[in-house]
């Protein structure tokens, strides 16, 4: 198991970001559940904006019934160095569906843990802006 350099990494950036816009991808495409039950971690947790607290399975269960995002953007990415094998990413999403006028805004927050198979997401967590 490697670990995660320190907050200066610009690699460690660049790693989870390419995470974030890898799960979001999937929440475009409709393969959300599959994508987040493959990095979550089994015990990891989604805070979302309107309160609910899910675990790996009410993930996966909601995101293989929701409807795709049509687009979004990620902006004002910053990276929380925690420890030698967990690292934070904090950013503003905006998400789109179709059909809406406006886009979800939100803060939100991703914890990885570094484990033998990469960063697997340990706790997300966002909250609506605006």
């Known amino acids: 198991m490697g670990t995660f350099p320190t907050m200066a990494d610009s690699q460690v950036r660049k ?19 599959e994508f987040y ?8 947790l989604m805070v979302l904006a309107n309160g609910m607290v899910m675990d790996r399975g009410a993930v996966t269960s909601a995101l293989g019934q929701s409807p795709p995002w049509a687009r979004y953007e990620i902006e ?42 990469g960063g697997k997401l340990a706790l997300y967590q966002q909250s609506a802006v605006g």
């Open 76 to 117: 004002d990415v910053r990276l929380i160095d925690i420890a030698p094998v967990t690292a934070a990413l904090v950013y503003t999403g905006k998400g789109w569906r179709d059909g809406a006028d406006e886009p979800f805004v939100g803060a939100m927050s991703s914890v990885y843990h570094r484990t033998g198979d």
């Open 15 to 33: 790693e989870l970001l390419e995470l974030e816009h890898a799960g979001w991808k999937s929440l475009c495409d409709g393969t959300g559940d």
């Open 37 to 44: 039950g493959a990095i979550m971690t089994p015990d990891a």
